[in-house]
């Protein structure tokens, strides 16, 4: 038994570039998906995939909506649900007046539950149909995840935070203990169902030489595991890393001195880098996550797409919520298009879509599954109304291009043009 969904359908085969080239999107106006299994089996116009439908298929039509690939958030912290939108701070600061004592709560695992799910529920209300999670330092925050994840079915990335310094007792681990809790949760986590596990220390300066080592050598034992961390969003944070570690070149060197770089490792922000940074990035393959709401919000700076891009490095995006004002990968796109404006950089509506699908799923290294409509590719999809809202709808009266209708939903556009989030095809 297949599904067939039915709509306008657009998806990337690879980066769009600054220029772009057409060559790198397919789009149907009239289109259609055909699912078998949880997986794209065909895709093309309807009139010829509609052919080979039985009466025993399910057809969902959603003509006049796009139906783009689900959105992949590469960086957010499901455990600041409750931080969004918090008042007047920098980063440091706002680590610890907001964060910290609110990522206290989730050593009841009670709470882990009902945040996770509320969480889960508003990412697919968003669109976002994957993601890279940071939790808390508490093992049973991750349970709570992965226990909602799984029963969601969704593809998601996540592992328990890790500190053991420079951070209040309530929320600190050791490295034996933070050791024991990681090999414990890859074991019961990573893998099974749609899952993988990110060894993820939280930043350079709350994690011991001593941990940072211990977090290097797992990661080079155990196959498949992702890295994800901060890195160079705030100065007062670079000068904090540069007297930590006074013998790293730097902050990336950090993570670099202790085996924490790769193809898997994400890090997010990257705004404040050298040359011979990105440099380490192309060598190592290593990804970044741009987090414009973020960066705006907490006042850390202009991340430099160009220069990612240009070198090749994987970038994809992200909302950072509680640092990020907003779970919408549309309005991050919208976000994300001013802060290169800022720099003389343009975000055309293609390669804003691109990364806000494939480009994330590149950055997470799973774009062997999910961030395209390709055959075989498992089946999550959002399915958008572009004339959600009266403003939206007018705009899109007067486009005259399809560019020019995809790039106002890229400014415009917001949870409320999510329809319909389809995980596998269900
Ligand atoms: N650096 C270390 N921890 C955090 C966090 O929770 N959010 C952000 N934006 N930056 C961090
Ligand atoms: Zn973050």
Redesign the pocket.
């Known amino acids: 038994m297949a599904t067939f969904l039915r709509g306008s359908i657009l998806h990337f085969l690879r980066d769009p570039g600054a220029e772009p080239d057409p060559a790198a999107w397919e789009y149907f106006d009239d289109g259609c998906l055909k699912i078998v299994d949880g997986r794209v089996a065909a895709l093309g116009p309807a009139p010829d995939i509609l052919k080979a439908r039985t009466p025993q298929d399910t057809l969902h039509d959603h003509s006049g909506k796009l139906i783009l690939p689900g959105f992949v958030d590469t960086h957010v912290?499901y455990a600041?649900v409750d931080v969004i939108a918090s008042y007047g701070r920098q980063?440091l600061d706002w680590?610890n007046d907001y964060?910290f004592p609110a990522e206290r709560a989730f050593a009841d695992p009670e709470h882990g539950r009902r945040i996770a799910k509320l969480f889960l529920d508003t990412l697919l209300r968003h669109g976002t149909t994957t993601a890279a999670v940071?939790p808390t330092v508490h093992k049973q925050s991750v349970d709570a995840f992965f226990e909602e994840a799984e029963r969601r079915n969704l593809r998601m990335v996540c592992g328990k935070i890790l500190m053991d310094r420079n951070s209040p007792d309530y929320l600190r681990d050791d490295v034996a203990g933070a050791e024991r809790d990681c090999r414990d949760l890859i074991e019961r986590w990573h893998g099974k169902a749609r899952l993988g596990y990110a060894l993820t220390p939280?930043?350079a300066p709350?994690s011991s030489p001593e941990q940072l080592a211990m977090i290097g050598r797992l990661y080079a034992e155990t196959p498949g595991l992702w890295m994800q961390t901060?890195l160079a969003?705030n100065l007062d944070?670079i000068a904090w890393v540069k007297q930590l570690f006074p013998e790293a070149r730097s902050y990336l060197d950090v993570y670099d001195r202790f085996g924490l770089l790769g193809p898997r490792s994400v890090f997010?922000?990257c705004i404040h880098l050298d040359e011979a940074d990105r440099a380490r990035f192309v060598a190592s393959n290593s990804a970044m996550s741009f987090?414009p709401t973020?960066n705006l919000f907490?006042g850390s700076g202009f991340f430099d797409l160009e220069a990612a891009r240009r070198l090749g490095v994987r970038v994809g995006l992200a909302t950072?919520v509680?640092?990020g004002t907003s779970y919408s990968m549309l309005q991050t796109l919208a976000e994300a298009y001013k802060v290169l404006m800022t720099h003389g950089q343009r975000l055309n509506a293609w390669r804003g879509l691109w990364l806000a699908t494939l480009g994330g799923a590149e950055c997470l290294s799973l774009d062997g599954k999910i961030g395209n409509f390709t055959a075989g590719k498992e089946a999550d999809c959002v399915v958008l109304d572009l004339a959600a809202t009266p403003v939206l709808d007018r705009r899109m009266q007067v486009a005259k291009t399809l560019e020019e209708r995809l790039f106002a939903l890229m400014i415009l556009g917001d949870d409320r043009v999510a329809a319909k989030t389809y995980i596998l095809g269900e």
């Open positions: 912290h600041q980063l680590l964060t940071y939280r930043f709350t901060h969003e944070e997010a922000h987090c973020s907490i950072d509680g640092g």
